[in-house]
């Protein structure tokens, strides 16, 4: 099984991708599309024209992982197709993504923290 690590970066094709293509295809999206490494270590997600079905492509050291979910019902709230991709920052929001919900609705709490007085 592959971790994501905190220094394992998200990476998010934003323009839909034909969901027959296995490992080489994947590899090559990334490669020439995304302009990334494929052996990074980092994690690389892709969705159809429907936003129904998700693949994920991570090399995790020894070889190539490539994951699938297929939805029964609804569709991914996919980011807008601005750019070519787009990072999520957190695990969190990878776990948000693959479950459902919008990341563009979901805001950040700003952490409690008791500050010092300024001086």
């Known amino acids: 099984m592959f971790g994501l690590g ?3 970066k998200i990476y998010i094709a934003l323009e839909s991708v ?3 293509k296995g ?3 994947l590899y090559g999206l990334v490669r020439d599309q995304l ?3 494929p052996l990074s270590g980092h994690l690389f997600l892709f969705t159809n024209r429907r936003k129904t079905r998700l693949k994920a492509l991570v090399w ?3 070889g ?3 994951c699938a979910k297929r939805l029964e019902k609804g569709r991914f709230r996919w980011p807008e197709a601005r750019e070519r ?3 999520c920052d957190a695990a969190e929001e990878l776990a948000m993504l693959v479950n459902g919900l919008d990341l563009a609705q979901a805001r950040p709490r700003q952490n ?3 500050r010092a007085p300024a001086a």
């Open 23 to 25: 490992f080489e295809g």
């Open 6 to 8: 905190l220094a394992t």
């Open 112 to 114: 409690w923290l008791r």
């Open 60 to 62: 995790d050291g020894s």
């Open 18 to 20: 034909d969901m027959r």
């Open 35 to 37: 302009g990334q490494d």
């Open 85 to 87: 991709a787009q990072r």
């Open 64 to 66: 190539l992982w490539v």
